[in-house]
């Protein structure tokens, strides 16, 4: 391989107005790719960040409450007439067997049981419908970091402290430390103070949810000792659908993934993806085209030289050796320099863009590109350099 | 390297050469030449222009294959060699010297020089720069071994060529208009240059030229008229004797 690599190298630096342009042209290509790669990158992890922030990647409920129906006896022809069941409010059974459970998968980051259920807050005439959600606050934080969302007085729940949201508190005239009354649908009452009011950023959410202590919640609810939902969120986002289906298989209980109830966002950041790759792939293909048109340009000025080469007893092999090199040392710097070029245009972008998000270079996205675009200057450069091997010697070192 | 005993370095035995095999336009080159060239042999291949000498010589260099007959190389039959058994046969025992020298710009001289042995056998040893540097000195060139082709005149880049055409220690020279382009005096150099590696090197030398001065000064003849060869001006039987002994003799 010494000698190939030698000859390759010579016959760059030999050509260098070629080897640089090249070599510019597969910079441009390779940081194009970092950057937008990099761009749609950042913008979704923030798109994604925005709609996660708030809620559950994967939320696991009791199962639907169904009609059992005998099966009728064999030769009989059943006929059936049938009203839903109407879905009361259920504890999870099992509850702290199921966390626990979920505690130990490994694709699992947190995991929060809530009690959730409807209710009224009402204050002066004020009457207005709620969703009661008990916490476990320190397990809740993992999934939703309210702590953050906090715009006035402190994250403080149990006790009969409450936090609310900031419409909900507009609506009903309350501030810090102002009581609140709550009343469920079966009759209980319980008067809270507010501890803290959040903005989530999301009206519903903002206008619906009251977190509470999870005892009070549950004997609010009438369901001591129980849970209604579990909050999960895991490490992989997009494997969230594949992971709630295992959780729903393991555990007999209906799980749902965010994937599920965000189809329309899952499509969208699906098709930019998409798009992405297209790009990505139609630069690395003009690149790859951009090398193999400046090696064949060489192999033509280069004809007698590789007659030569031949007569002196260079085996074909050699030869596409010596032109598989070109293409990949092309291939290597040129990505080189284009990941560096990649880092300016997203450090430029962070420092002097539009600033609605922030875009981070994956650390590995530059070998990847790197090796990329070797690989892609070697495959390039296949074509060129069979012609190169293939080369009469005779023809060459006459008619050249 | 095997070698027949006679001191035989090629043979060619009832060679044909047709283009365009198999296609209305066929024509035949060569019409069946048979011909001997032996370690002591320094010959001159003459003849008109067409008359197929540069095909004779890619023949015998193994860079084209004949279309019947037999090519013996150092006694192996070549015809039916494939492309890579003839490239390293045609490495190992043949050196070119081609009319427009050919050196490989991006190379120094002493790397042109080397690049036939580094081609077959890698980074060159210490052995191998100073066979490379004893051979560009002897051509009178010792002092410009790091100097590109682009640095050298005609007659100097001419004395590279040959210098890497004998690196390998060939037994056959090949070289094709080898004066074609240079000045009375530096062809005379470079014709003595021949002389000596044929004497120093038995090393066989066949030299195409138009130039009959040229080949005036040659052991021996072969003319070349229209594929065929017309006269051997031959003391071929005489140096091949000679050969023989002078092989016997060391």
């Known amino acids: 391989m010494w000698i190939e690599t030698t000859i390759a190298l010579k016959f760059l630096r030999e050509g260098r107005t070629q080897t640089a342009l090249i070599l510019i042209g597969i910079a441009v290509g390779v940081a194009v790719i970092i950057f937008i790669t990099s761009l749609i990158t950042g913008l979704q992890s923030n798109i994604v960040e925005r709609t996660l922030g708030t809620q559950a990647h994967i939320r696991i409920q009791p199962p639907d409450a169904i009609n059992r129906v005998l099966p009728a006896p064999a030769g009989t022809v059943q006929l059936l007439q049938e009203d839903k069941r109407a879905q009361r409010l259920r504890s999870i059974i099992n509850w702290q067997q199921v966390v626990g459970t979920l505690d130990q998968l490994p694709q699992v980051a947190a995991v929060s049981p809530v009690v959730s259920g409807p209710a009224f807050a009402r204050n002066a005439d004020a009457l207005l419908p709620v969703s009661l959600l008990g916490i476990d606050p320190i397990r809740y934080q993992r999934i939703v970091p309210l702590a953050q969302y906090m715009i006035s007085g402190t994250l403080r729940i149990g006790a009969g402290d409450a936090v609310i949201g900031r419409l909900l508190a507009n609506d009903l005239g309350l501030t810090v430390g102002d009581k609140l009354r709550l009343q469920t649908g079966i009759g209980r009452t319980a008067l809270v103070s507010i501890a803290g009011i959040f903005e989530l950023g999301v009206r519903e959410l903002d206008q619906r949810n009251v977190y509470l202590d999870l005892k009070q919640t549950q004997s609010l609810l009438d369901l001591p000792g129980g849970v209604t939902v579990i909050d999960v969120t895991v490490r992989e986002i997009f494997a969230a659908k594949s992971i709630s289906g295992r959780i729903g298989a393991l555990t007999g209980l209906k799980s749902e993934s965010w994937m599920q109830t965000n189809a329309q966002l899952l499509n969208a950041l699906t098709s930019q993806s998409l798009s992405t790759r297209m790009i990505s792939s139609f630069v690395a293909l003009s690149v790859a085209f951009g090398i193999a048109s400046v090696l064949s340009i060489s192999i033509v000025q280069r004809t007698r030289e590789i007659g030569i080469l031949r007569a002196m007893g260079t085996r074909r092999v050699q030869m596409l050796q010596v032109f598989l090199i070109q293409g990949a040392v092309l291939g290597f710097f040129g990505s080189a320099v284009g990941a560096l070029l990649g880092y300016v245009l997203a450090w430029v972008f962070n420092a002097f863009g539009p600033g609605l998000f922030y875009i981070p270079v994956p650390s590995a996205l530059v070998p990847a590109a790197m090796g990329l675009a070797t690989i892609t200057g070697i495959v390039a450069s296949a074509v060129p350099a069979r012609r190169a091997a293939r080369l009469d010697p005779v023809v060459a070192i006459r008619y050249a | ?250």
Do not use: W
């Open chain 2, 1 to 250: 390297m095997p070698e027949p005993p006679s001191g035989e370095v090629l043979r060619l035995a009832a060679l044909r050469k047709s283009y365009d095999v198999g296609r209305p336009t066929q024509t035949e080159i060569l019409h069946g030449l048979d011909l001997a060239l032996g370690r002591s042999d320094f010959a001159a291949l003459v003849g008109p222009s067409g008359s197929g000498k540069s095909t004779l010589l890619n023949l015998i260099g193994l860079l084209d294959s004949p279309t019947s007959g037999e090519l013996f190389l150092l006694g192996q039959p070549t015809r039916d060699m494939d492309d890579e058994a003839r490239t390293a046969l045609r490495g190992s025992a043949i050196g070119f010297v081609f009319q427009f020298h050919h050196l490989i710009q991006a190379f120094t001289a002493l790397e042109n020089v080397l690049m036939p042995l580094m081609v077959t056998k890698g980074r060159p040893d210490a052995e191998a720069l100073a066979r490379g540097q004893g051979l560009l000195e002897a051509v009178g060139l010792g002092d410009f071994a790091g100097r590109k082709p682009n640095q050298l005149s005609g007659g100097q880049q001419q004395r590279v060529a040959i210098a890497r055409a004998l690196v390998t220690r060939p037994a056959l020279l090949l070289a094709d208009e080898p004066t074609g382009n240079l000045d009375t005096k530096t062809a005379a150099d470079v014709f003595e240059l021949f002389r000596r590696f044929n004497r120093d090197f038995g090393c066989a030398v066949l030299i195409v030229t138009h130039d009959e001065r040229l080949s005036a000064t040659c052991d021996r003849t072969v003319t070349l008229v229209d594929g065929r060869i017309v006269s051997d001006s031959t003391q071929a039987a005489v140096a091949d004797a000679a050969g023989a002994e002078r092989r016997g003799a060391t």
